[in-house]
């Protein structure tokens, strides 16, 4: 499972890449969506455009509890987990990285809108690649320090 979160917007992007996003559901900056492994190469593809990394348990469910929203961006809450019986934030979170359970079953939006990063993004900007201090690209487990920014 990894987190996908895109990063700059759509001017001077080419329509190839344009559409890669679209089908990421990445429609517009500090949007986050959970992808599977096998869509790796979309995510590289659009690699100047997002980061990503592997979530932990507890990220997710946070993320969960603050950003998720129902159809009529209306917050999930205890008792909707209740009703569905997913268990708690953080079971739902376990469940969804072990792939057992996906958002859209518990008919949870599949994209998470978030606020920009407080203090900022890294100190290179948002054009130069994690590796070299910028925002973008693959980040592994910091993603979970970005998110929490975020959140």
């Known amino acids: 499972m990894l987190a996908v979160i895109r990063i700059r917007g759509n001017i001077k992007v080419k329509p190839a890449l344009r559409k890669t996003m679209e ?19 979309m995510v590289k593809k659009v690699q100047s ?5 592997e979530p932990e348990e507890a990220t997710i469910a946070k993320m969960l509890e603050k950003r998720a929203r129902l159809p ?9 987990l209740k ?10 979170a ?20 978030l606020k920009p990063p407080k203090k900022g993004f890294e100190r290179q ?8 201090g910028g925002a973008l ?5 910091d993603i979970n320090y970005l998110i929490a920014k975020m959140v």
């Open 94 to 113: 376990k469940d969804i990285l072990e792939g057992k359970k996906t958002l859209a079953e518990a008919g949870i939006k599949p994209v998470f809108r």
């Open 83 to 92: 009703k569905h019986s997913l268990g708690t934030f953080e079971n739902f």
């Open 125 to 132: 900007g948002i054009k130069k690649p994690y590796s070299i």
């Open 49 to 53: 455009f997002v980061t990503w990394g």
């Open 72 to 80: 009529g961006n209306k917050k999930i809450d205890a008792g909707f």
């Open 23 to 41: 089908l990421l559901r990445l429609h517009r900056t500090n949007h986050l969506v959970l992808v599977s492994e096998e869509q790796l190469p």
């Open 137 to 141: 690209g693959y980040r592994a487990a």
